[in-house]
């Protein structure tokens, strides 16, 4: 994959806890990447890395953070590989390794453990001893850069993205252009029911406007002629090649939304 940006976002966010609450902020983190990348159709495996040969802190902090991560590695239940001294100078992470349709492994998510920043800021809290105690803090990233994981995800759906996801869901295209009104009726609709749609009001044949559809890879396409301006009804094409006509637009409008409210990867109607 490459791709060119001016600029990228990161989703970098940090924690600040206890040495007590190590296992359990980790643990949470854990279940967050897997309820994300569940919901794109990842997988993914961890990997823990532990103290490199030059890095700051003491044998103590070491010690507690690698055992608060590979705790919580433990109560999460998933196999992890370990890589001996591959930890930040910092602190010991958990990278996460999603995997794509072609096997292909990416590096997006990871959790440190930081024990050099909440000193280098002078970072204290008022324990239940009432004394002023060092926090420790998490660097929790879920995607890395937003830009570089859509990229991934562009390759890994080969453009062809779930209806809940798609950029364009629903494409309306007119006969003639006699016809377009009726489409920009059903597209108002559709638009105000919040899926994202457009209407091809060239003038080229069905065909051609199906193709161009299919290479864009819209996932939904409807036709519609005299015959459905009467009737009220639509013809609908998926990119699977399953075809009906004579669909009414409210059944249609209802089956799309509850699929796109479960976020179904699969997109099969029985109409």
């Known amino acids: 994959m490459c791709s060119t940006v001016r600029a990228f976002h990161q989703d970098d966010a940090h924690i600040f806890m206890t040495p007590e609450q190590i296992q359990g902020e980790i643990l949470g983190v854990l279940q967050l990447v ?3 990348y569940s919901t794109f159709g990842l997988g993914f ?3 823990l890395s532990t ?3 030059k890095s700051i802190g003491t044998d103590e902090q070491w010690v507690l953070a690698t055992d608060g991560l590979t705790a919580a590695l433990e109560a ?3 196999d992890y590989k370990i890589n001996e001294g591959d930890g930040a100078f910092y602190g010991p992470k958990i990278d996460v390794h999603i995997k794509d349709a072609l096997s292909r492994t990416w590096q997006c998510g990871t959790v440190q453990l930081d024990m050099n920043l909440p000193e280098r800021f002078d970072l ?3 324990g239940a001893d009432n004394e002023r105690h060092r926090p420790i803090m998490i660097h929790r990233v879920i995607y890395g850069s937003i830009e570089r994981f859509f990229g991934i995800l562009v390759e890994h759906f080969a453009g062809k993205f779930p209806l809940w996801l798609a950029p364009v869901q629903v494409g309306v295209l007119p006969l003639n252009d006699d016809l377009i009104p009726f489409a920009r009726e059903m597209a108002a609709r559709f638009e105000q029911a919040g899926l994202r749609t457009e209407v091809d009001h060239r003038s080229e044949s069905l065909n051609r406007k199906v193709r161009d559809a299919q290479l864009n890879k819209i996932p939904l396409i409807l036709t519609c002629g005299a015959k459905e301006q009467e009737t009220g009804t639509v013809s609908v094409r998926t990119l699977d090649g399953q075809v009906k006509h004579g669909v009414s637009v409210a059944e249609f409008e209802q089956r799309v939304l509850e699929n796109i409210a479960g976020r179904d990867r699969v997109l099969e109607f029985e109409w």
């Open 76 to 78: 999460y239940g998933a």
């Open 51 to 53: 103290r490199p040969e």
């Open 124 to 126: 204290t809290y008022i």
């Open 34 to 36: 897997d309820r994300i």
């Open 45 to 47: 495996h961890l990997e």
